[in-house]
């Protein structure tokens, strides 16, 4: 079985300064890992993803995540936090081997960025 | 990217009532998702639609509650039947687009009163 831990329900970040979004997951085979963020009263937009290759992903808005696979994570960053960035963010996995197209989704992440 | 347009946007139902979502996606697409996202809660994967065959349905989740349809590869359709106000949710579509990434349409917002 899939699953993804986001292991803080808050991140509190002042504008400027570099935010780190922390995610974890466990999957049978290799996985795909994505990270979305939700606007309030929005749905979900698509940031960034890892298939296979090169470990550091970049991605929209800025932001980039790094696979890790011996600690089984896929933290995302990004270097200088905009209030923008205030928002919901969910980090997800898609077990290659399992039912093609679910994905897995954290508990999510409140990101708040202060002026 | 893949372009999903959600109708209704929101809506508030009466409870006993059913309520039907539509899906519409700008290219042809194999799968089709539909997920439920309730209040302060994450994501949960109801059932995948594909063309030609019945839904697939997650656990916890059954047809006669959430009766799909996916007439061609463009267009999905979720109903949410006979509501209770432990079904208002956020309805989200989602479909896989080019290199394997899952869009999501920007969500159904229902509210059963």
């Known amino acids: 079985a899939q699953s993804v831990a986001q292991p803080e329900d808050q991140v509190n970040v002042a504008e400027g300064n570099p935010l780190t979004v922390k995610c974890t997951y466990s999957?049978?085979?290799?996985?795909?890992l994505f990270w979305y963020v939700q606007y309030p009263n929005r749905g979900l937009q698509f940031l960034l993803k890892?298939?296979?290759?090169?470990?550091l992903v970049k991605g929209s808005y800025g932001f980039e995540a790094e696979f890790n696979k011996s600690q089984t994570s896929f933290h995302l960053k990004k270097p200088s936090a905009l209030v923008s960035d205030s928002a919901l963010y969910f980090c997800?996995?898609?077990?290659?081997?399992?039912?093609?197209?679910?994905?897995?989704f954290g508990a999510g992440t409140q990101v708040v960025v202060t002026p | 990217s893949a372009v999903i347009s959600q109708k209704p946007s929101r809506d508030i139902c009466q409870r006993g009532t059913s309520l039907t979502i539509q899906c519409q996606v700008d290219?042809?697409?194999?799968?089709m998702f539909w997920y439920r996202q309730q209040p302060g809660q994450s994501l949960t994967l109801i059932a995948t639609?594909?063309?030609?065959?019945?839904?697939?349905?997650e656990s916890g989740f059954v047809i006669d509650k959430f009766p799909i349809s996916r007439p061609n590869l463009t267009f999905s359709t979720l109903t949410v039947s006979n509501m209770s106000p432990e079904d208002s949710s956020i309805y989200l579509c989602?479909?896989?687009?080019?290199?394997?990434?899952?869009?999501f349409g920007e969500g159904s917002w229902l509210t059963v009163v």
């Open positions: 890892y298939i296979t290759g090169d470990n």
């Open positions: 639609a594909n063309q030609g065959s019945e839904a697939t349905y």
């Open positions: 999957v049978s085979g290799n996985p795909y």
């Open positions: 997800a996995v898609r077990d290659i081997h399992g039912s093609w197209g679910k994905l897995q």
């Open positions: 989602s479909v896989e687009g080019v290199g394997n990434t899952i869009y």
């Open positions: 290219s042809q697409v194999t799968m």
